[in-house]
Structure formats: structure tokens, C-alpha cells
Nanobody
Framework: QVQLVDSGGGSVQPGGSLRLSCVAS????????ISWFRQAPGKGPEIVATVDHGGRTTSYRDSVKGRFIITLDPAMNTAYLQMNSLQPEDDALYYC???????RGQGTQVTVSS
């Protein structure tokens, strides 16, 4: 049974940083594919970043390039999303998911406000 548990959200001021974690069980992140999504109120989900092939391949949506970094820790079977220079438009519920969306975490809220 695959389970993803994400955490690390919180409330920060613009320009602040947060690191989200996605702990997987029943799924080997080191050989799998994980994406981070976000969904703001009244909007549809959007993919933020993806890591594949044990961390050798990463991709980002344009609005977060240069600010967000997605990484893996195979020993902890955990994926991370380091978010820097956060802006109000990054305010959303973030969740990790296996690529293709068959499994996803429960979500962690990120609030960016002064």
C-alpha cells in the first residue's frame, strides 16, 4: 500500500523560505517519480516541480524556477521541496504525488503574507 505524508507548510512573510517534506511508504522514491502540486482557493491544481530517475531529472514550472528546488533523500525515502523567495502568489495548499497522480499526500498549507 502506497502512502505519502507531506508536511512543512506554514506562514511566512514575502521573501521567506520553507522546506516541504514528502515521506513515502510502499513506494521507492529512489527509482520512482514524485511531483509537487499546489492548489490555491478557487483555482485548479498546478504542477510545481517533478523529480524523476532517482533525482537525475528535475523540472519546474516557470514561475518557480530559480526559487524552488526539488530533491530526494533515498535513505529516508523522502522528497523535499525547498521554497525560497516566497511571494503571495505562492500561497496555496501543496501536496506531493506519484507521477501520474495515482497516489498523493494530504497536503500542507503554505501562506505568504505580510
Amino acid at each position: 500500500q502506497v502512502q505519502l505524508v507531506d508536511s512543512g507548510g506554514g506562514s511566512v512573510q514575502p521573501g521567506g523560505s520553507l522546506r516541504l517534506s514528502c515521506v513515502a511508504s510502499g513506494y521507492r522514491i529512489s527509482i520512482g517519480c514524485i511531483s509537487w502540486f499546489r492548489q490555491a482557493p478557487g483555482k485548479g491544481p498546478e504542477i510545481v516541480a517533478t523529480v524523476d530517475h532517482g533525482g537525475r531529472t528535475t523540472s519546474y514550472r516557470d514561475s518557480v524556477k530559480g526559487r524552488f528546488i526539488i530533491t530526494l533523500d533515498p535513505a529516508m525515502n523522502t522528497a523535499y521541496l525547498q521554497m525560497n523567495s516566497l511571494q503571495p502568489e505562492d500561497d496555496a495548499l501543496y501536496y506531493c504525488a506519484t507521477c501520474g497522480g495515482a497516489h498523493r499526500g494530504q497536503g500542507t498549507q503554505v501562506t505568504v503574507s505580510s
